[in-house]
């Protein structure tokens, strides 16, 4: 994920200046905050990957499985029949699931990123007052 760089050391720490001081603690939270964000961000798409991945091995096999019934014609034995129908019907589950976890992930994703963004806005805020009380550059 891109974010920008966020200058947060370029202004004096250890200023006498108490409103200097409480400036500084606050972007340095809303850095921190947005690094946070960010990491939320990243562990909730490895987190999606791995239930994609966990969801593909079920699929695979359920596939093998029915692979192995190929040479059992529909009709012969009901008892193959029922369990033809039955891993037929697991595939559509882990399609759902597939459908379920994207979903559940863009939305989680979104959120974290509309929580960034707001973040990001407030901390190029307190950069600005830091510029326009102190002239920074």
Not at 69 to 82: A, H, Q, R, T
Not at 107 to 112: E, G, P, W
């Amino acid at each position: 994920m891109y974010l920008p760089s966020i200058p947060v050391d370029s202004y004096p720490s250890n200023s006498n200046d108490p409103l200097d001081n409480f400036f500084q603690a606050k972007r340095v939270n809303l850095a921190r905050s947005v690094k946070d964000i960010a990491g939320l961000i990243e562990q909730r798409e490895r987190i999606r990957e791995r239930n994609l991945y966990m969801i593909v091995l079920g699929e695979c096999e359920i596939n093998s499985k029915l692979h192995n019934m190929e040479n059992w014609y529909l009709g012969i034995n009901p008892v193959i029949d029922k369990r033809r129908a039955i891993f037929e019907k697991e595939l559509l589950d882990f399609e759902k699931q597939k459908r379920l976890e994207e979903t559940a992930a863009w939305k989680d994703i979104l959120s974290l990123k509309n929580d960034l963004r707001g973040v990001v806005q407030e901390l190029y805020k307190e950069q600005t007052k830091q510029k326009l009380l102190y002239g920074g550059v």
